[in-house]
């Protein structure tokens, strides 16, 4: 006969050797498949992230082990209510007293249970899918960790108590040391549970990543005050300019294909020959170029995409003092002009500024050591806007010229566009205030657009 465990005040409660041995195993068995099936569905999650560049939903080391533990902590008290489940459901003397209680812990397990955990995966669920998938690159963005460690710790602390609220009533005094008992075989066996990986997490980082042009090859871009968004992401051709460690020079990638510079132009124009006519002409050239890179390399590369006969281009930039990671910034372009130099056709004509007569002429240089000059006055990057605003304001007519050192780089020439840009906007903002008492970004006609924008012309060409 199978000798008995009781457990006193209340002698409902009986368990056998077997009971116990086949509740450890069945907790044991239901809160490692729990676990991985939430670790699992992380993972998905994440593959779910990657994005047209191959970059994706990357956890560090500590928040790796940090999901893990909740995610242990949560599948072992689950198996712990579905072991008290199995314990107290079976059959019993339908009208006593005991019964009655048996039934009342029995009912309060199960809606605790399924009520914390359709909260849980209806808030992982929204965090994972609609963060981590629809919003592109929403990643970056949002996260748990480390601001909300507590709020975490304080579920599973309230999830554990509920647990043992009718127990305690029942097990009266002895409770406590049971409930007690159980956090510490909890605490050990989740601990245990949260250092398994079921599947290398850091293999699928290098594998999509080792795909990602920019995260290979260590691309910085530069930072800029004033930026636009991409257009429509099926109209736009993405070429990128990083450092290699070659000898050689910089190296040129379309997407992950590496190209030579001598032949972009040709892969430019195979890749619009796959474009009706009246679309290819609304493809936009993103360039993400490394921030390091010389200008005589960019040059060139501006000189090879000039031969495709399109003229508009756009830097890849990221704003100044941006508060969330590169990535997350992939879609803020600094648009330029560059001239139509196709081979063997003469130039078609465009919107290039000509230097009137009797303008006051602002140039604009940068030296090897990316020093900056304004009419040959040394000048702070970050006090250039202000001084272009106070040259334009001061003189009527103003034409500027953009002198950039072959050994200058390219963050550098972009920080130049960048305040001259920054600068004019200011100025049509202010004198559009005078003028209608709105913002220049806010709609107005035709006419007024135009007065503001002969006032204070726009630095539209990039010369080379």
Not at 248 to 260: A, E, H, L
Not at 311 to 338: D, S, W
Not at 435 to 463: A, V
């Amino acid at each position: 006969m199978t000798k008995q465990i009781k457990i006193k005040p209340s002698p409902f409660f009986q368990l056998g050797k077997l009971d116990i041995l086949q509740g450890i195993t069945i907790g044991a068995l239901f809160s490692f498949l729990f676990y991985s099936f939430m670790y699992m569905t992380r993972e998905c999650f994440r593959l779910f992230s990657v994005t047209e560049d191959f970059d994706l939903w990357i956890l560090s080391d500590p928040e790796v082990n940090f999901y893990n533990l909740i995610f242990a902590f949560i599948a072992v008290v689950t198996a712990q209510s579905f072991v008290f489940t199995y314990w107290l459901d079976r059959p019993k003397k339908l009208f006593s007293k005991k019964n009655h209680q048996r039934i009342s812990v029995l009912t309060d397990q199960r809606f605790m249970t399924w009520g914390f955990l359709s909260w849980f995966s209806k808030v992982a669920f929204i965090f994972g899918f609609l963060y981590g998938d629809v919003f592109e690159r929403g990643f970056y963005v949002i996260s748990f960790y480390p601001d909300f460690n507590l709020l975490f710790i304080s579920f599973i602390v309230i999830f554990f108590l509920h647990a043992w609220i009718s127990l305690r009533k029942i097990l009266g005094k002895p409770g406590i040391k049971w409930m007690l008992t159980s956090a510490v075989i909890i605490a050990i066996y989740a601990c245990c549970l949260s250092k398994i990986n079921l599947i290398d997490y850091k293999a699928i980082n290098d594998t999509i990543l080792s795909s990602n042009v920019a995260h290979t090859h260590a691309l910085e871009l530069p930072a800029s005050n004033v930026y636009e968004k991409g257009g429509l992401r099926s109209l736009q051709e993405r070429i990128f300019l990083v450092d290699t460690g070659q000898v050689s020079g910089p190296s040129v990638f379309i997407y992950q294909d590496k190209i030579s510079m001598d032949s972009l132009h040709l892969q430019v124009l195979r890749i619009w020959a796959d474009y009706p006519i009246h679309i290819q002409r609304r493809i936009g050239l993103q360039l993400f170029i490394h921030k390091k890179i010389k200008m005589k390399d960019v040059n060139r590369l501006k000189e090879e995409l000039s031969k495709t006969g399109y003229t508009n281009v756009y830097y890849a930039v990221v704003p100044t003092g941006h508060k969330f990671g590169q990535g997350y910034y992939r879609n803020h372009f600094l648009k330029m002009l560059i001239p139509d130099k196709v081979p063997g056709i003469p130039s078609l004509p465009t919107p290039e500024p000509t230097r009137p007569e009797n303008t006051f002429v602002i140039n604009i240089q940068i030296d090897e050591k990316n020093v900056f000059y304004i009419n040959e006055v040394k000048t702070h990057p970050l006090d250039m806007k202000a001084a272009l605003k106070k040259l334009f304001q001061n003189n009527e007519h103003y034409f500027i010229e953009l002198s950039v050192h072959s050994l200058a780089e390219y963050g550098a020439y972009i920080r130049a566009i960048s305040s001259v840009k920054d600068a004019t906007l200011d100025l049509w903002d202010n004198l559009s205030m005078e003028l209608s008492g709105k913002h220049f970004t806010e709609h107005l006609n035709y006419e007024l657009k135009k007065k503001i924008k002969n006032r204070f012309p726009p630095f539209l060409m990039d010369y080379y």
